[in-house]
């Protein structure tokens, strides 16, 4: 019989939603309490776990008795708050979803009261735990195209959802579409480099969505496409490129890393719901390309996901196997596989991209004199 671990749910918008999901696919994963001021939000959060106590704020929640982990997944403005209170305020566990801030001025508090806290502590990074991107990071693992030197991810997706109060419509709630956006890539980039970035430059723009949207009388100011470089201290470099009116994709992710012994590839596509299956039948599935320079031939593979997991939720399976690592590292003291460390470097990396994006100059993250130094 699975360990119990009884949750408690801070926040139960449409990725609130998806956790609680994927939560309910996990034998011994239990829901008990979930704190949602939006009465529209409550409602639908209350129909995927009615067992579920209802509340409306964090100081209620942490008055739950027999908790063992919380998950976090409020608008990104209020994390790092919320964070540092809870860290204060309990022992228990946490999964808190990306970005665990949107301030270069968080980082030491939120990484100081991390290093104290005796609880593992998670930072969601969904998009390393899509079947087809762990499958790429076996491949490299392996040494199949030997040290990788080179890496790109492509994202051309849909524009930004609507979330409750257009939170994310403005810079000032979101960190800036390259933290709310883009710190998966840049996690996803550090991990697979197992390096860490040294400089950044970023070109982007606000060419396409939400111009005529108007709240308040305040148009929105996030970018929808974009351009960063990133380099590595052992001379690796990475790009992503970005695109959020691209929808048409037959694959959202694209990911590319080159060794001197091949390449490898990785096309992963966007949520299924969002498939016009009607008219172009079943959605894609995901696929990992391995093409060696000797002998030459791509090796293709296809990377299927159980219907159940890949129903779940819009990233391909990958909130689910992030919460079972995470309800592994405390039934089992598995090992932390995101950790804050990791949240705030990701962070930091799309803050200087987005300063450079506004600059038009490259960032080092180690000049002290522009306050990227993590």
């Not at 976090?72 to 860290?87: C, F, G, K, S």
């Not at 590595?232 to 694959?251: I, P, T, V």
């Not at 089992?332 to 460390?341: A, R, Y």
């Amino acid at each position: 019989m699975s360990k119990v671990v009884r949750y408690g749910i801070l926040g139960c918008g449409m990725m609130g939603q998806e956790h609680l999901r994927n939560l309910a696919l996990i034998e011994g994963a239990q829901v008990v309490a979930i704190a949602e001021p939006d009465a529209d939000m409550k409602a639908q959060a209350a129909q995927l776990a009615p067992d579920a106590l209802m509340l409306d704020t964090l100081d209620e929640l942490l008055q739950v008795q027999g908790l063992d982990a919380l998950v976090v997944v409020t608008p990104n403005y209020q994390h790092a708050e919320q964070l540092l209170a809870i860290l204060q305020r309990t022992d228990l566990a946490v999964l808190i979803e990306k970005p665990v801030i949107t301030q270069l001025d968080q980082v030491a508090a939120v990484k100081a009261a991390a290093d104290r806290h005796p609880a593992p502590l998670w930072v969601a990074m969904e998009y390393r735990y899509m079947p087809p991107i762990t499958a790429l990071r076996s491949h490299l693992e392996q040494g199949d195209i030997g040290q990788m030197q080179m890496l790109s991810v492509r994202e051309h997706r849909f524009p930004f959802l609507e979330k409750v109060n257009d939170w994310n419509r403005f810079n000032r709630n979101t960190g800036g579409t390259l933290v709310e956006k883009c710190c998966h890539f840049f996690d996803l980039m550090r991990l697979l480099a197992a390096d860490e970035v040294v400089r950044v430059y970023a070109s982007a723009g606000q060419d396409n969505n939400h111009l005529e949207e108007a709240y308040s009388g305040e148009r929105p100011d996030i970018l929808d496409n974009a351009y960063v470089v990133v380099d590595f201290a052992s001379g690796k470099r990475a790009m992503l490129e970005l695109n959020m009116f691209a929808e048409g994709s037959r694959y959202q992710e694209e990911i590319c890393a080159v060794g001197p012994r091949g390449k490898l590839e990785c096309f992963v596509p966007g949520p299924g719901r969002f498939w016009p299956g009607a008219t172009l039948g079943p959605a894609p599935v995901a696929r990992v390309v391995l093409s060696p320079r000797e002998p030459k031939g791509p090796i293709e593979a296809e990377i299927p996901v159980d219907p159940n997991i890949l129903a779940a939720g819009d990233h391909n399976g990958s909130t689910y196997y992030q919460h079972l690592g995470f309800y592994r590292a405390l039934t089992e003291g598995g090992k932390v596989d995101v950790t804050v460390d990791d949240g705030l470097k990701a962070v930091v990396i799309g803050l200087a991209a987005q300063h450079s994006a506004a600059t038009g100059k490259a960032v080092t993250l180690t000049e002290g004199g522009l306050s990227f130094e993590y």
